[in-house]
């Protein structure tokens, strides 16, 4: 295995040039993209522009036909660093993708048993320490159905949190909630970014991207067209296609 070597300069993810096709459509164009310890990085974009194809490759959920991605000094290569870097990867979909047949808890202790091989208690208590940080200490017996959205959210992100990721994906975690449990996810979302997480977020929470984002990127057609920082990019956008993008939907 390649020897972590990440340090204050270096990025802590580095996408060098990566394309990906899905049979004839070409979803990634040459994309490169560099985001350091620490910082939060919001890409917006209109449906299909590549997002979650992006996203999914700096986990290799999804294997890119060309281009290099590092992850902590590792380069996403043999099955032995993808795995490494899967476990130092969280990841929250707008889906939630909680086990429904599994409690709260056991939703949380899971992967810390089997993969980071810690004991069950070990895991349950810091699943209890994840769920008071999430704000629902008293859901750990429950099932997910029996959970709002907002709820379930939190949960999956306890879930991410609890194998101690060094970085956090998270693609269009708020999409698929009601209105008013929108802010209580963007909250846990926002302390964790005020803690130091390093996080990648597809997202058109506008309100988050100003609040919380070091850097906005706006992806349209497999590319990314523009990358500021939120002040910059949302009072001074300098591409059309990203002027246009904004008007329909700030
Ligand atoms: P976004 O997240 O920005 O909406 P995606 O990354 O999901 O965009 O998709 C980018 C393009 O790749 C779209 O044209 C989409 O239809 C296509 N695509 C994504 N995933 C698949 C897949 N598993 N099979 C075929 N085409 C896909
Ligand atoms: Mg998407």
């Known amino acids: 295995m390649n020897k972590k070597h990440t340090s204050a300069e270096q990025p802590i993810i580095k996408i060098e040039n990566v394309q990906k096709h899905f049979g004839r459509v070409q979803a990634l164009r040459g994309v490169s993209l560099e985001v350091k310890k620490g910082e939060v990085v919001v ?15 700096i986990n290799r959920l999804e294997e890119y036909d060309s281009g290099k991605i ?3 000094g590792i380069t996403l290569d043999t099955t032995e660093n993808i795995n490494h870097v899967r476990r130092e990867v969280g990841m929250v979909f707008q889906s939630f993708n ?26 349950a208590e810091n699943a209890a320490d994840l769920l008071k940080k999430v704000g629902i200490p ?4 429950a099932f997910p159905l029996q959970l709002s959205g907002g709820q379930q959210q939190r949960v999956a992100i306890a879930r991410a949190l609890a194998m101690n990721p ?41 309100g988050f991207a100003r ?22 990019f949302f009072t001074n956008p300098k591409h059309e296609r990203t002027k246009l993008f904004l008007s329909k939907i700030l």
């Open 70 to 72: 590092t992850v902590d």
């Open 138 to 141: 008293d859901k750990a017996h």
């Open 43 to 57: 890409i917006i974009g209109p449906s299909g522009s590549g997002k979650s194809t992006l996203l999914r490759c």
């Open 98 to 123: 909680l086990f429904s047949h599994l409690k709260v808890i056991d939703n949380i202790t899971l992967a810390q048993c089997q993969v980071r091989k810690r004991t069950k208690e070990e895991a």
């Open 211 to 232: 609040a919380a984002a070091d850097r906005v990127i706006f992806m349209d057609e497999g590319l990314i067209v523009e990358s500021a920082p939120p002040n910059e």
């Open 166 to 206: 060094q970085i956090m994906l998270f693609d269009e975690p708020t999409s698929a909630l009601d209105p008013e449990m929108i802010k209580e996810v963007l909250d846990v979302m926002t302390t964790l970014a005020k803690e130091g997480m390093t996080m990648v977020v597809v997202s058109h929470e506008m």
